[in-house]
């Protein structure tokens, strides 16, 4: 009698597996949705690094900037910015590191958090709502990225991102809080293009 309940028992987890990914996923793509259809975007987020025993380490807050692929993140004297294609990351002091999009594939940005597009590089579960959140659980297919999973709080009635955790490899975490969010943001193309006399003359460029 132990086979045919343990075979009921699968059938009847992978369905409720399968409407919790559903259900996920549904919400996923509102959010999805909202950002594509988005002239511009301001969002202001809190970030506190903790290490694997829970202990707070810093906090950032950051000022973000996007407009379909291309974004400008600024963090104090630190600034990132991407123009589609290639990222411009200044330290602040004297360095621009350069590199393409394709090459931070295995990170986890604001800006790759906030786009709700999350098909192609997550598997994703829904953990729990109620009618105003969602909490959804995504764990990377490709093992190779640099976290292990990332836990999602979805404001359902805004269709957009609250909070977020990122658990990485070491087990050290990243609560990541979204402060404030404008999708109506009217943002120059100009904001979004590289301008070299921006910085100071010492500033070097590595690629």
Not at 49 to 75: F, P
Not at 156 to 184: G, M, Q, R
């Amino acid at each position: 009698m132990r086979s045919p309940i343990a075979f009921i028992l699968l059938l009847t987890s992978l369905a409720v597996s399968a409407q919790k990914e559903n259900a996920a996923k549904a919400i996923l793509d509102q959010i999805g949705s909202k950002v594509k259809d988005s002239k511009g975007m301001m969002v202001t987020i809190q970030m506190v690094s903790k290490n694997n025993k829970g202990k707070a380490l810093g906090t950032k807050q950051i000022s973000l900037k996007m407009k379909g692929d291309k974004y400008y993140l600024k963090q104090g004297v630190m600034e990132i910015l991407c123009d589609g294609k290639t990222i411009y990351n200044f330290d602040g002091v004297n360095t621009i590191s350069k590199s393409s999009v394709a090459e931070s594939d295995q990170t986890l940005s604001p800006q790759k958090l906030l786009a709700g597009n999350y098909d192609k590089d997550f598997n994703y579960s829904l953990l729990s709502q109620t009618n105003s959140n969602a909490t959804i659980e995504l764990i990377p297919i490709d093992k190779r990225k640099s976290f292990q999973k990332v836990t999602l709080i979805i404001d359902k009635l805004k269709s957009a991102l609250s909070n977020a955790s990122i658990l990485d490899k070491s087990n050290n975490s990243t609560e990541v809080k979204v402060v404030s969010i404008n999708f109506n943001a009217i943002l120059s193309d100009n904001l979004f293009l590289f301008n070299r006399a921006k910085y100071p003359k010492n500033v070097e460029i590595f690629d």
